[in-house]
Structure formats: C-alpha cells, structure tokens
C-alpha cells in the first residue's frame, strides 16, 4: 500500500464530510441526525414494518418508535397499521419528508457537480475510477458504525 494513496484518502474524506455537513445543515434545523437517517433509509427501502426498520437501523424498537411518533408529529412520516394485524405498524415517507430527503440530496449533488467542474476531464475521470475502486474495497458500512455517527 502506497503512504501517499493513505494520505490523499483521508483528506479527501475530510472534504466529503464537509459537504455532507453542509447539505445536511438545513435539514437539521427541522430534524435530528438519526431522524434524518430514518428518512433516507424509508427514501430508499420504501415502507417498512417498525420491527424491520429497527432491526434495518440498529436501534432498540423502543427507541425507534419514540423517533418514529417525533416525526410523524411533525409530518415527515406516515404511521399506520396494517389491515390484516393491527398489532403490525407500517412507517413511510410522507411528502414532506420525501421532499426533505430529495433537497439534502439534491444539494449535496449540486456541490458535487461544482468541485468537479472545476477540475479537468481528465481529473474527472480519474476521480470516478477512484472512488468506484474506493467505494468496491470499504464496502457498505456496518449499521454499528453509523450509529455511533448518529446516522
């Protein structure tokens, strides 16, 4: 392993955490951070049984439906239970809280789009191999890892 490619990586994720911060800081000022984690994983799983997206998550089911009543209180979700076991709640998006999900990640592309306009087709590239190789050799990280972020 090359001390450099070490090196250009974790400066790198220090400016991809910046523009995660940045696009997510407007969102903030409506939700938490693990709120908004419940938004993106209904944004990209669709509607869930509170029980799977507890498990989906990593959090107790006790914590997540706490989480779960804050939110659809304020509209972001919607609560229902299910025709054929009442005893079986349903969570989904609703449209506020599609849409809010849709902004943070329209904007983050956004920012990205601008910092890779200003490099050359060249560089372009090469940033797309890499982090395609990048994204290939960390894999998916553990549920455990982003809840200690809070994500």
Known sequence: ?????????????????????????????????????????????????????????GIHPSTLTRTVERLRTGGWITRSEAPDNRREVHVDLSEAGAELVATVTETRREMLREILASASPEDQEAVRVGMEAFARAAGEPEVTELRELGI
């Not at 523009?19 to 209904?42: C, D, H, M, N």
Request: no cysteine; net charge positive.
């Open 1 to 57: 392993m090359h001390p450099d490619a070490t090196a250009a990586t974790l400066v790198a994720s220090r400016a991809l955490l910046g523009i995660v911060a940045r696009s997510l800081a407007p969102a903030l000022a409506e939700v938490t951070v693990p709120q908004f984690r419940v938004l993106v994983v209904l944004s990209t799983s669709g509607p869930q049984r509170m029980g799977d997206l507890a498990e989906r998550i």
